[in-house]
């Protein structure tokens, strides 16, 4: 939240947009990340993912009847248009008096591209280097007033395969290092023993043989923590995305519900501040998010699918601040 004086500001501006600018103070928690975020030129293949998706085994095949692939990736995050002063109309009849609350939104493009892939069982569908794995436009919204205690920022993400979800979650700036929180990957509704469980013969098998020779599904958020060692990181802000909270929740195309629905997708992002050697500072992005796909009947009693963990991690960089500077229509509140 912003101060009443900055409220007053807003209000007499009116709605407009403009370019985004890091430093900009209307954008609260998100005045760090206008411009560019790659993992390339200097963080290339720190993105890694992983997930189990419905697979029919041929004919002779003994199994389980799905498959769990992983992916190695190069993403680019983009942060470029700020949309002032959106208004949000209220009133308290009991005053009365207006109640409007005022959104600062930043707009952002998610492009990522697979450098290495593979896949158990394997289906000969995990597909080749440079094939594009994801791409999302998306809103940050900073909550500037009247939020009742309750969250502060939200998400607003859109999917190509049929899926659009609102997260709603909080801010805060911790000093040193993020903790970067463990992550059960294991699918949830199964007898979780990994060793004698057979069901689960896809992660064991990428455990005992990981991925690139680095990433063991069942600790996804390992090579966070180890990015950060011998980093000097001097303070981190922490941005929650929940989409199971109130008021939060995806919708996905009738396809995606029947087969692998989208249920719940919680994302916790780092942007940290790090100084270099020479004294110089420079900024960093983590992130780590879990997506839940519920399919196939739970072995374990309880209501509903397993839900599979799709998780994705990445640590990237500032590369650029540059944005479109071109001049944006002012818009009529």
């Not at 970067?180 to 455990?207: E, K, R």
């Not at 996804?220 to 000097?232: M, R, S, W, Y």
């Not at 509903?304 to 998780?311: C, D, E, L, N, S």
Request: hydrophobic letters at 40%.
């Amino acid at each position: 939240m912003i101060g009443r004086a900055n409220i007053e500001r807003l209000e007499r501006e009116g709605r407009h947009l403009e370019a985004a600018r890091t430093g900009d103070p209307d954008l609260g928690p998100f005045e760090l990340l206008p411009g560019t975020w790659a993992n390339k030129p200097h963080l290339p293949g720190r993105g890694w993912n992983m997930i189990a998706l419905p697979f029919s085994l041929a004919a002779g095949q003994n199994g389980p009847p799905y498959r769990l692939l992983v992916n190695q990736f190069n993403e680019e995050l983009k942060f470029q248009l700020v949309d002032k002063a959106v208004p949000n109309r209220g009133v308290d009849l009991s005053v009365p008096a207006n109640t409007d609350q005022l959104i600062v939104t930043i707009d952002y493009e998610q492009a990522i591209a697979q450098t290495a892939a593979d896949d158990f069982p394997r289906s000969g569908l995990a597909g080749p280097p440079d094939l594009a794995i994801h791409h999302e436009p998306g809103l940050l919204l900073n909550m500037t007033n009247r939020t009742d205690g309750g969250p502060t920022i939200a998400r607003l993400a859109t999917i190509p395969h049929g899926d659009a979800a609102l997260a709603l979650g909080n801010c805060r700036v911790d000093a040193g290092a993020p903790v970067i929180p463990t992550v059960n990957s294991l699918p949830i509704g199964v007898n979780q023993d990994l060793q004698n469980n057979p069901y689960l013969a896809p992660y064991l098998h990428f455990h005992q043989n990981p991925f690139e020779g680095l990433f063991d599904p069942t600790d996804p958020t390992a090579l966070l923590k180890a990015a950060n060692q011998g980093v000097n990181i001097k303070q981190t802000t922490v941005l929650e995305f929940d989409t199971t909270v109130e008021h939060g929740g995806i919708n996905n195309i009738p396809f995606i519900v029947k087969q692998a629905n989208a249920s719940e997708m919680k994302a916790t992002f780092f942007i940290q501040e790090i100084e270099d050697e020479e004294g110089h500072t420079k900024l960093r992005l983590q992130y780590v998010q879990v997506v839940q796909l519920d399919f196939f009947a739970r072995t374990d009693g309880g209501p509903g699918r397993i839900k599979w963990p799709h998780v994705s991690i990445n640590t990237m960089e500032k590369v650029s601040d540059q944005v479109n500077t071109a001049s944006y229509a002012r818009m009529p509140s």
